[in-house]
Structure formats: structure tokens, C-alpha cells
């Protein structure tokens, strides 16, 4: 079904997918200055948040902020998963780092920190760096602990990189005043915003590409009628699942306009100002009615 799919739009990859390579991602301005940020929060050894809203691209400039790292400086150790609580977080450092992880809670916490100091201090220039994905899950007592970590030598140096991402919430909870020694110690903190509109519509079109399509989607300028305050622009992945239903429903009202050659189908094709603004991503070409057009079956003709 895929392939046919893919067959029928000239496709040959399904578009908007996940697996790409960090050289196939779209630069745009958030995504660039997100992972300029955490990479140069990696190479100072700091402590770093990156918060935006769900679907934002967070982990996206995660990805490809770490593909600009030289993996024989940087040690990542990205932890997707917060609920397992910290137990879970010192068991994937130790792990990570090629040892054996201990039982009891306590023994394990300073494990893993001696772990963390000795990967600097036997390989030298090696750089752990923890990430912490959907930290906003995260409760004071799990924060506090995470900057407890990152005390080494006295609070003279950090051996090692923390970098936190997740939803706005988080920098909100790091304002509270429980979590003042954290806040203080943070050293980068970045808002993703969204995407602008001309961001977005090259953002369509990279994705387009890379499927496989080397013709451009259509979309509508500003008209001077419209409202000078537009609406926030979508998230990346309200965007993925957007595109494809209405890519879908043009090209399917395209095909049912040439098999017919009515012209009151082919007029409002050919005047913008005639087509919809907002097509549900849920309608047929067959729902879609237009005043004049008799061909229509859900009102009575010469109505």
C-alpha cells in the first residue's frame, strides 16, 4: 500500500519521516541556534536547558548538535527515558561508560560519579555529556540530585556536560526556589521558538525534495486583506501531519478536474481567490462543493 502510495506521488521515500541524516535536516534559524547552543554547552563543560513546545524540533537540533561533536573528544550519554527515576539515570552512566552498575541506590550514586571523573581524568581530553530528555517530568529531587552530580573537586571544576530538554514547564519548575542552586548554575538556557511562515513554507519544500519530488508545492502568499496578526505558526510535527492530507487532497482534486473538464471545476482552480482558505484534512475531493457547480450530489440541481 505504501509503495503504491509512494508510486502514485512520485515519491521515493515516504516524506516527512524521522530516519534522516543530520546532513538532510532543514537549517532554519531555531533549529541552527539550538544546536549551536548545546553544542557549546557540550564544549564548556556546562550546565544547559533547551525547552520549547511539544514537537518544536528539541530533539531534532539535539541530533544535530551532536553530529557536529568529534566522538573522539565527546562521550554522549543520551538518557530518553526520566521516569525511571534516578536509579535509572546512574545506571545508564555507569553502563555507558563500561562498568558494572551496583545494587544499593547510594553505592551506585557515587559510582557513577567517579565514573563521570575518571573518564576525564584517565583519557584526558574526554568530555562525558549527559542529556536528559523529557526533563520536565523530573521532580526537585531528581534536579537537585542531577546538580549534585556535576560538585566535583570542591565545586571547582565539572568533569563532565548536563544538558536538559524538555517542555516550557521546566524552566519554570528551575525557577522555584528549591532549585535555586541549580538555577545558578546554569549556564545556557534557550526557548525554541516556532518556525516563522516563510521558515515554514521551506521547510514544506526541503522535506518535498527530499522525497523525491522536484517540483514545489503551492502555496498561498499574503494577501493584503488578510489580518496583520497571523496565528502562531504550527509545530514541526503538527506540520508532518498537515502536509500530507492536503498534498493529497490537491492532487486527488487536480485528477478528478482533469478526468471531468467541467469549467466551473476548472475556474476556481485557476483563481486563488476563489479556493478555500482551510481544507479539513479529513474531506474527500467528492465533499468539496462549490455554488454553480451542478455536478454536486448533496443539494438538488439549479439550486
Known amino acids: 500500500m505504501i509503495d503504491r502510495v509512494q508510486g502514485c506521488f512520485g515519491f521515493t521515500r515516504v516524506p516527512f519521516g524521522r530516519n534522516l541524516a543530520p546532513s538532510m535536516l532543514h537549517q532554519h534559524h531555531s533549529h541552527r541556534e539550538a544546536a549551536a547552543r548545546i553544542a557549546g554547552c557540550i564544549n564548556n563543560r556546562a550546565i544547559g536547558v533547551v525547552t520549547g513546545e ?17 566522538p573522539a573528544r565527546f562521550t554522549v550519554i543520551y538518557h530518553p527515558t526520566p521516569e525511571v ?4 539515570l546512574y545506571n545508564r552512566i555507569v553502563t ?12 551506585l550514586a557515587a559510582q557513577a560519579s567517579t565514573a563521570l571523573a ?50 516550557p514547564t521546566l524552566h519554570k519548575r528551575i525557577k522555584h526556589g528549591v532549585l535555586a542552586a541549580l538555577d545558578q548554575r546554569i549556564a545556557i538556557s534557550h526557548q525554541m521558538p516556532t518556525m516563522s511562515r516563510e521558515e515554514t513554507s521551506s521547510y514544506i519544500k526541503h522535506h518535498i525534495s527530499i522525497a523525491g ?21 504550527s509545530p514541526l510535527r503538527q506540520q508532518h501531519r498537515l ?31 476563489a479556493a478555500p482558505e482551510v481544507l479539513p484534512s479529513y474531506a474527500h475531493p467528492a465533499e468539496i462543493t462549490r455554488p454553480g457547480n451542478p455536478f454536486d450530489q448533496n443539494r438538488p440541481h439549479g439550486r
Open 54 to 70: 511539544v514537537g518544536s524540533g528539541k530533539t531534532v537540533a539535539l541530533k544535530g548538535a551532536v553530529a557536529s561533536l568529534d
Open 85 to 88: 527515576g534516578m536509579r535509572g
Open 96 to 107: 555507558s561508560l563500561g562498568d558494572t552498575p551496583k545494587f544499593h541506590l547510594a553505592a
Open 118 to 167: 575518571a573518564e576525564v581524568d584517565e583519557r584526558g581530553r574526554t568530555t562525558p555529556a549527559v542529556v536528559i530528555d523529557k526533563s520536565h517530568l523530573l521532580d526537585h529531587g531528581e534536579l537537585d540530585a542531577i546538580r549534585m552530580l556535576t560538585n566535583y573537586d570542591m565545586d571547582s571544576t565539572t568533569p563532565f556536560t548536563v544538558v536538559l530538554i524538555g517542555q
Open 213 to 233: 519530488r522536484q517540483d514545489t508545492p503551492v502555496l498561498r502568499p499574503r494577501r493584503r486583506t488578510d489580518p496583520p496578526h497571523q496565528p502562531r505558526p
Open 243 to 273: 502536509a500530507v492530507p492536503h498534498r493529497r487532497l490537491h492532487s486527488a482534486t487536480r485528477r478528478r478536474t482533469a478526468t471531468t473538464g467541467h469549467p466551473g471545476q476548472t475556474s476556481w482552480l485557476r483563481n486563488p481567490r
